[in-house]
């Protein structure tokens, strides 16, 4: 049976027992694969509808795994943490980190919206437009009839 162990802020401990398509996810990262920029770890890539995880679902994509049946995956190659989730057993303990959900309706923390070039050039083009039209009613409005 799947259940919690314990959560702490975004660090979440689960249990997940090994179903016939094994956990049911892929990983990414670790020293020799970076993921993630300065950051080593390992980070859950994909997650299979009828695995183990997917039918849990706790587990999310870009979540980070920082440890599976107590050992710790900081410092360890992509080879050899795909080698302990292949010999975890049937009944696993993950502990992970959740990934951050994005800030919603301006927190103190957020970042300015950054928007391509195109958009800002539809944008500079909508306004030209519209002070083109204010200009051309104005001017015929104010116009003096002789």
């Known amino acids: ?18 179903g016939p398509a094994g956990l049911g996810f892929n990983i990414v990262g ?12 390992i980070y859950v890539s994909k997650i299979k509808e ?31 943490a795909v080698d302990l989730f292949r010999m975890a057993g049937e009944d696993v303990e993950l502990r992970i980190l959740k990934k951050s959900p994005p800030h919603m309706n301006g927190t103190s923390d957020s970042q300015p919206e950054h ?8 944008l500079l083009l909508a ?13 015929r409005h104010t116009r003096k009839h002789f």
């Open 115 to 122: 928007h391509s070039p195109v958009f800002s050039l539809g």
């Open 50 to 80: 009828d695995g183990a995880a997917g039918l849990d679902g706790r587990l999310q994509e870009g979540d980070k795994i920082l440890a599976i049946n107590g050992v710790q995956l900081e410092d360890l190659t992509h080879k050899a």
């Open 30 to 41: 670790g020293v020799d694969q970076q993921y993630v920029v300065n950051d080593s770890g």
């Open 1 to 18: 049976m799947n259940g919690s162990l314990r959560s702490t802020d975004n660090v979440v401990d689960m249990k997940l027992k090994r």
């Open 127 to 139: 306004l030209a437009g519209a002070a083109a039209i204010f200009s051309f009613i104005y001017t």
